[in-house]
């Protein structure tokens, strides 16, 4: 299925940072261990819909943090692919270890966490849902 965002007048769409049609970055509070509550920063990079819905984010958390996920809709599957750093990251009873180049797919419809221990992770996160409707 094509994209709907793309007319014949637009055969490519590019996301240009900070500048594209999506939502601009947002932050939001994770716990710290150390040091009490720290900034993760999200950005939507794209939303895909059609007989699914595919999120796109870019997700940084910075050392020593820790964010419990929010379960989605059923049948969700969550991918992180990590650019850079280590993260502990999956279904929240069998969180894996995680590097730089690492791909980790896992039902994003229980609960699910991802964990920072001395470096920061810098995670690209593709949220797979069912349509609803």
Not at 99 to 112: I, M, R, S, V
């Amino acid at each position: 299925m094509r994209d709907p965002d793309l007319t014949d007048d637009t055969p490519v769409s590019v996301h240009d940072a900070g500048h594209g049609p999506v939502p601009a970055p947002r932050s939001r509070w994770a716990r710290c261990p150390r040091s009490g509550r720290r900034p993760v920063h999200e950005e939507l990079l794209r939303r895909i819909s059609g007989g699914h819905s595919l999120e796109l984010w870019r997700l940084r958390l910075p050392p020593h943090t820790a964010v419990d996920g929010v379960p989605h809709a059923p049948g969700t599957t969550e991918h992180l692919l990590v650019a850079s750093g280590r993260l502990h990251a999956g279904p929240a009873d069998d969180l894996r270890t995680l590097g730089a180049g690492d791909l980790l797919a896992f039902a994003g419809d229980a609960p699910h966490g991802y964990r920072t221990d001395d470096e920061p992770a810098d995670v690209t996160v593709v949220i797979a849902s069912p349509a609803i409707g």
